[in-house]
Structures are given as structure tokens and as C-alpha cells.
């Protein structure tokens, strides 16, 4: 097994973006999670450059963080109401 260590996401995500190059112009989607993923998305956007470049939060009016607590108690609600 192979272990990889980073000084930090940017770190990481400047590795990945390069190990990836060859999709550079060829209509990539990246996807970035939170907690840490955001940052590491970040730098695979900004060597790939994709021509069209958007967030799932720019199509909200508002996009905020929620705990995890909060999150759970949503998907809670949500399955009783199915």
C-alpha cells in the first residue's frame, strides 16, 4: 500500500491537478466536497481550467454551511414525510 503525504489540501490538490492534466480541455467536471475537498478542487480547477466553470452554490439565493447535526435532522425529516 502506497501513502501519500501532504503539507496541506492546497498541497494535495496541486498533485492531483497535475496527475490529471491530460483532461485539461476536454469538458472535465470537478467535483469538490466540503470538508477539505474544497480546497483540493480548487487547485485541480485552476491548472485544468475548464471553459465553463460553476458551483452548485451559485445557483441559490442562499447557500450556507450546516453542522452536521443540522444535516442529519433534515435527511430525518425528509424520510418522514415520503
Known amino acids: 500500500m502506497r501513502v501519500s503525504l501532504f503539507k496541506d489540501r492546497n498541497e ?11 483532461y485539461r480541455g476536454k469538458n472535465a467536471v470537478v467535483l469538490a466536497i466540503p470538508r477539505g475537498g474544497i480546497e483540493v478542487g480548487r487547485q485541480v480547477v485552476a491548472l485544468l481550467v475548464p471553459p465553463y466553470f460553476r458551483a452548485v452554490a451559485d445557483f441559490y439565493q442562499d447557500w450556507h454551511d450546516v453542522s452536521d447535526e443540522e444535516a442529519l435532522s433534515i435527511l430525518k425529516e425528509s424520510r418522514q414525510k415520503l
Open 12 to 22: 494535495a490538490g496541486a498533485r492531483l491537478a497535475r496527475a490529471l492534466e491530460d
